[in-house]
């Protein structure tokens, strides 16, 4: 049965082959030596191809790498990320003395707050180089994401001037939609 279907739950296994439930834990754990385990999420699965571009991409990267030495000295790199709203105090941080008559204090599990807000962050081997908060009601979309790669140009002539004099560095980013228009492949082809 578990063959057929591993979600089985030990009560859902007993009432089938209509033993106990202790009995069938000490089979399905004692002697098959299996284990129940929650499924690892992922963000999406990739595809056959999508897994290859990716696998040749690194490639070509580590061989970028190994002919110059310095070339993560010439790379910048960015994302962008969600930024909650929220107190982080841990349980520990949360933990307080309490006399014989009061009750154990009480602290929520983590829970993402409804205000959040996306930052968009580059950096390079020596630290940051431009951040900035997208204004509540924007969306990064191809002409949003220009400004930013505006700015990101101007930033980088003000704090790595060297940089931007030899012109010999990479810009690092992921393949989002608004990263892969037309738009900002004209503007990094300039």
């Not at 754990?29 to 991409?57: G, M, N, Y």
């Not at 950096?123 to 431009?130: R, Y």
Request: net charge positive.
């Amino acid at each position: 049965m578990l063959l057929h279907n591993s979600h089985l739950s030990l009560r859902m296994l007993a009432d089938e082959v209509n033993i106990g439930k202790d009995t069938v834990r000490k089979i399905v754990v004692e002697d098959l030596r299996k284990q129940k385990i929650c499924s690892h999420f992922v963000p999406h699965f990739l595809t056959p191809e999508q897994k290859d571009r990716r696998i040749t991409a690194c490639r070509d990267l580590i061989v970028t790498a190994d002919s110059d030495p310095d070339f993560f000295k010439k790379t910048v790199t960015g994302d962008e990320t969600w930024c909650f709203a929220y107190n982080p105090t841990t349980k520990r941080q949360s933990a307080a003395w309490v006399g014989e008559t009061l009750t154990r204090p009480k602290k929520l599990r983590f829970q993402k707050s409804h205000v959040k807000t996306m930052l968009v962050i580059f950096f390079d081997w020596q630290g940051v180089i431009h951040k900035e908060f997208v204004l509540e009601g924007d969306t990064i979309n191809a002409v949003y994401y220009k400004g930013v790669m505006e700015r990101l140009l101007n930033r980088i002539r003000c704090v790595r001037p060297g940089m931007c004099e030899s012109g010999d560095w990479f810009l690092l980013h992921d393949n989002t939609p608004s990263h892969n228009t037309t738009i900002i492949k004209q503007f990094l082809a300039q």
